[in-house]
């Protein structure tokens, strides 16, 4: 029988193979051996998780006694722009998130009344492109309620998420398709291990979704745009890393 291999799986005999420590695994993502054999897996990868797992396919949920005594605060841990830092130092009183693009009833929604909508909580495992990984605890509103209370176009095809976190002066973003947005665990995460969503960890809201590498789970997300198409964001493959450095658009594990 041949085993069934995942990219978390590879990610994990990679990193045993090369003798990194936790310590040091952001060397990873400078290894050009490394991300050739991560992202060789891709079409498989994703035609696997579509074609044999099925499109709602739950990743691993754990205990909370699983749960990682250190989560560690990866890439920005606190935007630069004055307006972001104005709404992290009211607790996001006045801020709003926009749900736009192809949709019938454009959004825009407080801080309360996302907390307030029907949540889900789900206990599971972050595995960074770097080589790590931990695990937390999420709580957050399925990103399928804001679809449907926005109403999806015909067109639609796209979920693009735009961030307040800057990169060499451009504005994060990440990108999925329809079948990861209405995923049952592809949520908008408001609280972390049953607390209030730390700014360093993407405060007020952070996309997470479970099926793929932790650079899709855009932090600081601000504006949720609904598209028949990627080729207007950014460089046209989706997401910021996917436009600088060749990371693969669909980052299944």
Known sequence: MIPHVTRRGLVGSLVAGAGLAVSGCDRLGQNEGFRKALFGAETLT????????????????????????????????????????????????????????????????????????????????????????????WTGVPLKTLLDSAGLRDDARYVIFHCADDFRGTRYYESIDLIDAFHPQTILAWGMNDAPLPTGHGAPLRLRVERQLGYKHAKF?????????????????????????????????
């Open 221 to 253: 997300v601000m504006r949720v745009e609904v598209a028949s198409t990627l080729a207007a964001t950014g460089g046209g493959k989706g997401g910021y890393w996917e436009d600088r450095v060749g990371y693969e658009w669909y980052a299944g594990i």
């Open 46 to 137: 994703m035609r696997a998780q579509r074609l044999i797992t099925g499109r709602d396919a739950l990743a691993r949920e754990f205990s909370a006694a699983e749960m990682s005594p250190v989560f560690r605060m990866n890439g920005n841990t606190m935007p630069a722009d004055p307006v972001f830092a104005r709404h992290a130092a009211s607790g996001f009183a006045d801020w709003r998130l926009i749900v736009d693009g192809l949709v019938a009833r454009p959004l825009s929604l407080s801080l309360p009344a996302i907390r307030a909508l029907p949540a889900r909580t789900q206990i599971t495992r972050h595995d960074c492109v770097e080589g790590w990984s931990a695990i937390g605890k």
